[in-house]
């Protein structure tokens, strides 16, 4: 399978290859085989291995399937040694950029949404005004090596294991943010919700990662929230009423 990567996009090929080939050094199987890169191209490519299995996205996951993702994230997250994780780089779109990029959006966004949206929007930004989000993650928060991507669609079913795809935004994250990743992407729950509480009842997670999951979660879903209201009437890319559905998932998480 070959991967292009458009042009100027080379730091995606870099962390795509780089995550590929810590992914079959320490947890061989669940990601594809590296086979080559050229990442100085115009476009970078990576070349790998193709994997079986049907995608999770826009399925009703059974609880076999459920506990079977958790299981590959959780292997995922503890594969890469620390001493070597401590080499990786951050990934990108981390607490601090997703706020200062909310911030970007907001005198654009909030003029040109509906009443729903934007009481949404606004006790979101009231909340994001108080979280402290915008700073550094804390340091107590333990690292782990994160794909940097929760749509369902790069988790690949294959009737007994899943398996990872694309890895371009992946680096050092922590296991809070990651999932929030997951629970808040819109193809969790857009088509066949996922079963929320289920999902995150397989992990058990540090009081720390308990306090900050939350958060992250009400993060993320304020960014959701700001993608699907810039999305063209004329050519949506999600369903119509989506980004009200989002408002009330945030309303509900801010609660």
């Given amino acids: 399978m070959v991967k292009r990567f458009r042009p100027g996009s080379r730091e995606q090929g870099e962390r795509e290859w780089r995550a590929l080939g810590l992914l079959d050094t320490y947890a061989p199987g669940l990601a594809p085989v590296p086979e080559r890169a050229e990442l100085e191209a115009v476009e970078a490519t990576v070349v790998m291995s193709r994997l079986p299995g049907e995608p999770l996205r826009g399925q009703l996951l059974a609880d076999r399937q459920l506990a079977a993702l958790a299981a590959t994230l959780g292997e995922l997250y503890a594969a890469v040694p620390p001493d070597v994780l401590s080499e990786v780089p951050i990934r990108p779109g981390q607490q601090h950029q997703l706020v200062a990029q909310i911030h970007a959006w907001t005198p654009e966004a909030r003029p040109r949404v509906g009443v729903r949206v934007g009481e949404a929007m606004d006790r979101g930004l009231e909340w994001l005004a108080r979280s402290g989000m915008d700073g550094p993650v804390r340091p107590d928060v333990v690292p782990v090596f994160g794909p940097g991507d929760g749509n369902l669609a790069n988790y690949l079913w294959d009737g007994s294991r899943v398996r990872i795809v694309d890895f371009e935004e992946s680096g050092r994250s922590d296991r809070a943010f990651e999932l929030a990743e997951i629970t808040e992407h819109v193809a969790s729950w857009v088509e066949h919700p996922l079963d929320v ?45 989506t980004a009200e559905r989002q408002a009330a998932r945030l309303s509900r998480l801010l609660s």
């Fill in 197 to 241: 509480a289920a999902f995150l009842a397989e992990f058990d997670l540090d009081p720390v990662e308990r306090t900050r999951l939350p958060e992250c979660r009400r993060l993320l879903a304020l960014v959701w929230l700001f993608l699907l209201s810039f999305d063209d009437p004329e050519n949506p890319r999600n369903p119509p009423g």
